[in-house]
């Protein structure tokens, strides 16, 4: 039997990938969950399992090339093709017509039927009316498959991608960068192959005809036959929410994340409308104040001077992640008013024990550092101070709290930026912390690290002190509100009422969202990290 094996949901707001690798090759047999394909979001570099056992027929994506959600990447022949034969003829006679099953011309295979589907500008939410056709991805007698990016259009809110809604081979295009397309308008057609149904008897079959859409039809159903069965793939987010199809394929268009999405149906289920109303409230909050590549609304880019003038040049293109990277800060610090607080705290004694306990973490496969230290403190003091675990809703006028504590880590990639969290690290201990520390930021360096391991920090770190430095402000990543930067500590002397003492200590930087936290706090809250480095046994009696 053959398998399509399709490119799963990858998380939150990921709509495609940049595929790296292909481990596969025809006529290769592969395992269940055996890596097939690296891909590149605009995350997280990951490696593809496989959700079937079998032997590959055919590979339909190519190094370099582009990934939607659903597309089909490879033809997979599983183990039950041995066992599957074709269906006997009195089978087929199980519909009311007399003595047709004895006929053998009723197993003949359907032919295909060729329609060509009208594919059309859709519903990009409520107010949007028009769009700027910013890239055609395909051309005449491309072949594209379902959810494949076709055009990416430009409203006066955000930047969108359209995908394919059936696999074919496009016939004509109606629009070229440049043009602005209305809602409903006609912009390409696709001629679609669909099995029609097996006759079941020998009557004369009138052929069915070609059905043309007038708008962006359902994908075509693939009837079932002996040799081949769609197969689905399971979404990697848990607890995905409640959806119909239709209200699934809505939100691909428009560009959001049914998983995000509140729902006011029955039981919570999604509407169209829910749907609608979430895309408005995102195009208000990011779309009046940033545009593409983190550029400011009402601020021109200035274009850059030749510097070829000034002597040889080499350009480079940015990777996904430092483009996403560099989007996101943009973002933060143009809707996020920062402030830094600064402390040093007095480790001279966490030195010290910190040394005592490491040879039992490096037992286990675990490393205590300072960092692992800081995981646990912080979880602590989120605790106590609920301000620094929330979330600022502008737009609902809200302020939201979080009853979890998961803490983000800031990790240096040859791919770039990372932030993956360490969750629940409240009820962890330090050992389990380290561990996990250990773990995580291997994977995030190796590449294989998961769209969910980058997802619900509440609170950041980035640790600066094996590089150098002496302080820096970190950028709040965003939707947190603080972050705490660490730089390297030193031996410098400490007055103590009588005399200077050398004391190793360690500078801190914490960045706050100035809407939600005052100074004050910020400073409590900072003290409070520093008087648990000095004292730990602050974490017992307070944490």
């Given at each position: 039997?053959?398998?399509?094996f399709t490119?799963p949901?990858?998380?939150?707001?990921i709509k495609?990938a940049v595929v790296?690798?292909?481990?596969?090759?025809?006529?290769?047999k592969?395992?269940?969950d055996?890596?097939v394909?690296?891909?590149?979001?605009?995350?997280a570099?990951?490696?593809?399992?496989s959700?079937?056992?079998g032997?590959?027929?055919?590979?339909r994506?190519?190094e370099?090339?582009?990934?939607?959600?659903?597309?089909v990447?490879?033809?997979v022949?599983?183990?039950?093709a041995a066992?599957?034969?074709?269906a006997?003829?009195?089978?087929v006679?199980?519909?009311?017509?007399?003595?047709?099953a004895?006929v053998?011309v009723a197993?003949?295979?359907?032919?295909a039927?060729?329609?060509?589907v009208?594919?059309?500008?859709p519903?990009?939410?409520d107010?949007?009316?028009?769009?700027?056709?910013l890239?055609?991805t395909?051309k005449?007698?491309d072949?594209?498959s379902v959810?494949?990016?076709?055009?990416e259009?430009?409203?006066d809110?955000a930047?969108?991608?359209?995908?394919s809604?059936?696999?074919g081979?496009?016939t004509?295009l109606?629009v070229?960068?440049g043009?602005?397309a209305?809602?409903?308008q006609v912009?390409l057609?696709?001629?679609?192959?669909?099995?029609a149904?097996?006759?079941?008897s020998?009557a004369?079959?009138?052929p069915?005809?070609?059905?043309?859409s007038?708008a962006?039809?359902a994908?075509?159903?693939?009837p079932?036959?002996?040799?081949v069965?769609?197969d689905?793939?399971?979404a990697?987010?848990?607890?995905a929410?409640p959806?119909?199809p239709?209200?699934?394929?809505l939100?691909r268009?428009?560009?959001?994340n049914v998983?995000?999405?509140?729902g006011?149906?029955?039981?919570g289920?999604l509407t169209?409308?829910?749907?609608?109303s979430?895309?408005k409230?995102?195009h208000?909050?990011?779309?009046?104040?940033?545009v593409?590549?983190?550029q400011a609304a009402g601020?021109?880019q200035?274009?850059?001077?030749?510097?070829a003038?000034?002597?040889?040049?080499e350009?480079k293109?940015m990777?996904?992640?430092?483009?996403?990277?560099?989007e996101?800060?943009?973002?933060?610090?143009?809707?996020i008013?920062?402030?830094t607080q600064?402390d040093?705290?007095?480790?001279t004694s966490?030195?010290?024990?910190?040394?005592?306990?490491s040879?039992?973490?490096?037992?286990?496969?675990?490393?205590?550092?300072m960092?692992?230290?800081?995981?646990k403190?912080?979880a602590?003091?989120?605790?106590?101070?609920?301000?620094?675990?929330s979330a600022?809703?502008?737009?609902?006028?809200?302020?939201?709290?979080?009853?979890?504590?998961?803490?983000?880590v800031?990790v240096?990639?040859?791919a770039?930026l990372?932030?993956?969290v360490?969750?629940d690290a409240?009820?962890?201990?330090?050992?389990?912390?380290a561990?996990?520390l250990n773990?995580i930021a291997t994977r995030?360096?190796?590449?294989?690290?998961?769209?969910?391991?980058l997802?619900?920090?509440c609170i950041?770190?980035?640790?600066?002190?094996g590089?150098?430095?002496?302080?820096?402000?970190?950028?709040?990543?965003s939707p947190?509100?603080?972050?705490?930067?660490?730089?390297?500590?030193?031996m410098?002397p400490?007055?103590?009422?009588t005399?200077?003492?050398?004391?190793?200590?360690l500078?801190?930087?914490?960045?706050?969202d100035?809407?939600i936290?005052?100074?004050?706090?910020?400073?409590?809250f900072?003290?409070?990290?520093?008087e648990?480095?000095e004292?730990?046994?602050k974490?017992?009696?307070?944490?």
């Amino acid at each position: 039997m053959l398998k399509e094996f399709t490119l799963p949901d990858l998380g939150d707001g990921i709509k495609k990938a940049v595929v790296l690798k292909v481990f596969v090759k025809p006529g290769d047999k592969i395992e269940e969950d055996a890596p097939v394909i690296e891909i590149e979001s605009d995350k997280a570099t990951i490696e593809v399992p496989s959700t079937v056992t079998g032997i590959v027929k055919e590979v339909r994506i190519k190094e370099g090339e582009e990934a939607t959600h659903g597309m089909v990447l490879l033809l997979v022949e599983t183990g039950e093709a041995a066992a599957v034969a074709p269906a006997p003829v009195a089978q087929v006679a199980e519909t009311p017509a007399p003595k047709v099953a004895e006929v053998p011309v009723a197993v003949v295979s359907a032919p295909a039927v060729e329609s060509v589907v009208e594919v059309t500008l859709p519903d990009l939410g409520d107010g949007i009316k028009s769009a700027d056709i910013l890239k055609v991805t395909v051309k005449v007698g491309d072949t594209v498959s379902v959810d494949q990016g076709i055009l990416e259009v430009g409203s006066d809110k955000a930047t969108i991608e359209i995908p394919s809604p059936v696999s074919g081979v496009v016939t004509e295009l109606f629009v070229k960068e440049g043009d602005k397309a209305t809602i409903g308008q006609v912009v390409l057609k696709i001629k679609s192959s669909v099995s029609a149904p097996a006759p079941v008897s020998v009557a004369k079959t009138e052929p069915v005809a070609p059905v043309v859409s007038a708008a962006v039809p359902a994908k075509p159903e693939t009837p079932k036959t002996a040799s081949v069965s769609s197969d689905i793939q399971p979404a990697t987010k848990k607890n995905a929410a409640p959806a119909a199809p239709s209200v699934r394929r809505l939100a691909r268009e428009i560009g959001v994340n049914v998983d995000e999405i509140p729902g006011t149906g029955p039981g919570g289920r999604l509407t169209q409308e829910d749907v609608k109303s979430w895309s408005k409230k995102l195009h208000q909050q990011k779309g009046s104040s940033v545009v593409s590549g983190g550029q400011a609304a009402g601020i021109a880019q200035k274009p850059l001077p030749d510097f070829a003038k000034f002597g040889s040049v080499e350009r480079k293109p940015m990777s996904t992640i430092r483009y996403k990277t560099a989007e996101h800060l943009s973002y933060a610090w143009q809707t996020i008013p920062h402030v830094t607080q600064f402390d040093k705290a007095d480790i001279t004694s966490l030195e010290a024990l910190r040394k005592q306990f490491s040879p039992a973490l490096e037992k286990q496969g675990a490393k205590l550092t300072m960092t692992a230290i800081l995981v646990k403190v912080l979880a602590s003091a989120l605790k106590k101070y609920p301000n620094f675990n929330s979330a600022v809703d502008m737009t609902t006028k809200e302020v939201i709290y979080k009853n979890y504590f998961h803490i983000g880590v800031a990790v240096d990639t040859e791919a770039g930026l990372m932030v993956p969290v360490i969750r629940d690290a409240d009820k962890k201990n330090i050992t389990k912390i380290a561990l996990d520390l250990n773990d995580i930021a291997t994977r995030a360096r190796n590449r294989k690290i998961t769209p969910d391991d980058l997802q619900g920090g509440c609170i950041s770190i980035t640790n600066l002190g094996g590089i150098g430095g002496t302080s820096f402000t970190p950028i709040v990543n965003s939707p947190e509100v603080a972050i705490l930067g660490v730089s390297r500590g030193s031996m410098e002397p400490v007055w103590n009422g009588t005399a200077f003492e050398p004391k190793l200590m360690l500078p801190l930087s914490l960045s706050y969202d100035h809407r939600i936290i005052d100074g004050a706090d910020a400073a409590r809250f900072l003290r409070w990290v520093v008087e648990a480095l000095e004292q730990p046994l602050k974490l017992l009696i307070e944490g």
